[in-house]
């Protein structure tokens, strides 16, 4: 902890000495003519209990703890270019802890600085090009969302479209046997956004061409809309994954299989006063998992401390029963979920909510080493119960409390439900 609170004071000892001013929104005039340096950023501190996500009756396995994170974001201007760059401090760098430091009485917690993105951003002649690590967002966070690129990408305004393309280094190896070029794994993008009025929408596609394995190749696209009907807002995303990479050889009939996985979603939200009432349908189809950041419900989708699972990731029981038969092993399943949330706005302060979902597992595919077959369907269920505040204690000031309790049908393999609460301060001075 001491290193951590060194290296919170150093960043400010540093922010402090290179600015020369600092603006009510952040501002900072810098000591080049014309130009100048803009900070924000964040921090959250929260509490977590996950109580028997083991799902294995009469254990305790209580798991709470508190963590932290702070982010601070630095935009230096000079004309019209910009050069943007984000910094996480006070994190893990372990997958388990999901980048941030837990307070668990030890001198020592992992604690590190991470740059989470940094690029140029540069307008030219009426297109503009961002080169760097960029966090890669598109649509309405089911299929890609706040996800680390090493990216070039040239777009332009066309009308109310924006339209525009970019190539991602996925992997980059020049000492293969074929030359400087080979063992590489590249993606590129190509994408169209629009907004007008009530209505935003765009399409993206992706083309992933890899060099390291044979045959391995494939394409991603998703389309999304956001609009408003009188007080009604819809929103909907639908998202595919096909190619070579999806594909598997059945194990009993020798076929090559196309498993071109599909999923997508659409909510809606109606506000009445102070009351909103609103609902969401999600599917996956052949294995489709949506991103971290799609969170339906308090137990879904791991971008939140407690979630139990991501949209479209197979239920545990499932996938460790095709583990211990053939190590190694993926079960992919379709899944559908539906949830009823309501809103109550108490005080401009004070909002409160509580929502009902159902989840449903069926049609399950195990693969191992691209040889595969479909299995019995899988008869799994869960129903969920959430219930949440958020305060805003002052300007920039948030507190809020997240509660999710799942009651799984064959999901765990003994059934037995689970709890998750979370509480959270959150400053924002962007």
């Known amino acids: 902890m001491k290193k951590l609170l060194v290296l919170v004071l150093s960043i400010m000892f540093v922010a402090g000495a290179f600015t020369s001013a600092y603006a009510a929104h952040g501002e900072a005039l810098a000591n080049l003519e014309g130009s100048k340096v803009i900070l924000g950023g964040d921090m959250r501190v929260r509490g977590v209990c996950k109580i028997n996500h083991d799902t294995i009756e009469d254990i305790d396995d209580d798991n709470c703890y508190w963590d932290q994170r702070v982010r601070l974001t630095v935009t230096g201007q000079i004309g019209d270019a910009e050069v943007r760059t984000r910094f996480t401090t006070a994190t893990n760098t372990d997958a388990v802890s999901q980048h941030n430091a837990k307070w668990d009485g030890a001198e020592e917690t992992g604690g590190s600085l991470n740059v989470d993105y940094a690029y140029l951003h540069v307008p030219v002649a009426g297109i503009v090009i961002d080169a760097g690590r960029q966090k890669a967002t598109f649509g309405n966070s089911f299929y890609q969302d706040d996800v680390a690129k090493d990216r070039f990408k040239i777009s332009a305004k066309v009308g109310d479209a924006t339209i525009g393309a970019y190539t991602d280094k996925m992997s980059e190896n020049s000492n293969g046997n074929e030359g400087f070029l080979?063992?590489?794994?590249?993606?590129?993008?190509?994408?169209?956004?629009?907004?007008?009025?009530?209505?935003?929408g765009g399409v993206l596609v992706v083309f992933s061409n890899d060099d390291q394995v044979d045959d391995n190749d494939g394409t991603d696209a998703t389309a999304y809309v956001n609009t408003k009907v009188g007080n009604v807002g819809l929103k909907g995303e639908l998202s595919l994954k096909t190619g070579d990479r999806y594909e598997y050889l059945d194990a009993n009939t020798l076929d090559t299989v196309d498993d071109t996985q599909w999923g997508g979603f659409v909510s809606a939200d109606m506000g009445m006063d102070a009351v909103t009432v609103g609902g969401v349908v999600a599917f996956t189809a052949n294995g489709y998992v949506a991103d971290k950041h799609f969170q339906p419900t308090a137990m879904v989708g791991s971008n939140q401390p407690a979630a139990v699972m991501n949209f479209g990731a197979a239920p545990s029981v499932v996938q460790m029963a095709a583990e211990a038969i053939l190590p190694g092993a993926t079960v992919t399943v379709d899944t559908?979920?539906?949830?009823?949330?309501?809103?109550?706005?108490?005080?401009?302060?004070?909002?409160?909510?509580?929502?009902?979902?159902?989840?449903?597992?069926?049609d399950s595919t195990v693969t191992a080493n691209g040889v595969g077959a479909?299995?019995?369907?899988?008869?799994?269920?869960?129903?969920?119960?959430?219930?949440?505040?958020k305060y805003q204690i002052s300007k920039g000031v948030t507190y809020s409390v997240d509660l999710g309790y799942l009651?799984?049908?064959?999901?765990?393999?003994?059934?037995?439900?689970?709890?998750?609460?979370?509480?959270?301060?959150?400053?924002?001075?962007n």
């Open 182 to 200: 080979s063992n590489d794994v590249d993606d590129y993008g190509i994408y169209a956004d629009y907004s007008a009025g009530d209505i935003n």
């Open 336 to 362: 559908l979920l539906a949830a009823l949330n309501v809103g109550y706005q108490a005080t401009p302060e004070l909002s409160v909510y509580g929502r009902g979902a159902y989840m449903d597992f069926a």
């Open 374 to 389: 479909t299995a019995d369907d899988v008869d799994a269920s869960a129903w969920e119960i959430d219930a949440g505040l």
């Open 407 to 429: 009651i799984p049908d064959n999901i765990t393999g003994v059934d037995d439900n689970m709890l998750s609460i979370t509480n959270q301060f959150t400053v924002n001075f």
